[in-house]
Nanobody, 123 residues
Framework: QLQLVESGGGSVQSGGSLRLSCAAYGYAHSTPCMGWLRQVPGKEREGVASLDTTDGSTDYADSVKGRFTISQDSAKNTLYLQMNNLNPEDTAMYYC????????????????WGQGTQVTVSS
């Protein structure tokens, strides 16, 4: 069983930055694909970024390319999402997720989920 715990959300002004963290507890090696997704109430969940921990390859949604960076610290079993140049459209609940399956930023189905961390960007 894998437990994912996000942190780092908060409120920032447009143009600001935040770094989200996702600590993984349990056997993470069986779920090589890690991802960040976000959801706004009343809207569909959106895949933001993914990272294949077997080769370090990453993938991003077009809406965040060039602004967000997904990374990992294997020694700490922690996944990160560095978010720069934030805008109000980035306001959402952000979730960390893991899967046994293929990796893609557009992936919406994962085997394990964190509880989410809220990001609010004001103009």
């Amino acid at each position: 069983q894998l437990q994912l715990v996000e942190s780092g959300g908060g409120s920032v002004q447009s143009g600001g930055s935040l770094r989200l963290s996702c600590a993984a507890y349990g056997y993470a090696h069986s779920t090589p694909c890690m991802g960040w997704l976000r959801q706004v109430p009343g809207k569909e969940r959106e895949g933001v970024a993914s990272l294949d921990t077997t080769d370090g390859s990453t993938d991003y949604a077009d809406s965040v390319k060039g602004r967000f960076t997904i990374s990992q610290d294997s020694a700490k079993n922690t996944l990160y999402l560095q978010m720069n140049n934030l805008n109000p459209e980035d306001t959402a609940m952000y979730y960390c997720a893991a899967t046994y399956d293929y990796c893609s930023a557009s992936r919406l189905i994962y085997n394990y989920w964190g509880q989410g961390t809220q990001v609010t960007v004001s103009s």
